[in-house]
């Protein structure tokens, strides 16, 4: 849903926005206007345009091993947040103008102002990606884990215990005494 909502807006910006002055919404609160970001968050790193595919598809790769062990409701919306904004910005970073895997992303709400004076243009994408991760954030402090069950209390969310990464000789396959 992200992916189809964030290339829709971004369709619409292209088609009819980049060619008019900025649409002042809820009184000038939010602006759309039409730019386009070679760099990361805050423009950051413009000139390492090609880095941003392959980070956004290792994350993408990740999210899907993630969510195959995932039956917590929350937890499935929060990685879907993610991987939707994740994949919304790829989309542009393959197909989009300068050339594939260098494209520039659109972005298109400002807050405050015309010509984002005060906070950084964003996306659809950028939105999805904020608050799928803050949705994480929020549910791995609150103690609940992926797999749906909760924590005991003062400890994060981890869905399986950390410990060695080398199975204990002492202990068959199944955590039971040789």
Same mark, same amino acid.
């Given at each position: ?24 919404? %809820? $009184?000038?609160? =939010? ?7 070679? &760099?990361?968050?805050?423009? /950051? +790193? @413009?000139? *390492? ?40 910005? %790829? $989309?542009?970073? =393959? ?7 260098? &494209?520039?992303?659109?972005? /298109? +709400? @400002?807050? *405050? ?66």
């Amino acid at each position: 849903m992200v992916i189809g909502i964030d290339l829709a807006v971004k369709e619409w910006t292209t088609s009819v926005i980049a060619h008019r002055e900025p649409l002042k919404v %809820l $009184g000038g609160l =939010i602006y759309v206007i039409y730019t386009r970001n070679s &760099g990361a968050a805050f423009s /950051m +790193f @413009s000139d *390492l345009t090609w880095i941003f595919p392959i980070i956004a598809t290792a994350v993408i790769g990740w999210l899907l091993v993630m969510v195959r062990t995932t039956s917590s409701v929350p937890w499935a919306v929060a990685l879907g947040l993610i991987f939707g904004g994740a994949a919304g910005n %790829l $989309g542009d970073r =393959i197909f989009r103008a300068p050339k594939p895997f260098h &494209g520039h992303v659109v972005d /298109m +709400f @400002s807050f *405050l102002d015309d010509h984002a004076g005060h906070f950084p243009v964003f996306n659809i994408a950028d939105s999805a990606l904020t608050v799928g991760v803050a949705l994480a954030i929020l549910l791995e402090f609150t103690g609940r884990r992926r797999d749906g069950l909760r924590a005991p209390k003062g400890e994060f969310a981890r869905s399986e215990p950390l410990g060695n990464l080398l199975p204990d000789p002492t202990k068959d396959r199944g955590g039971r005494d040789a």
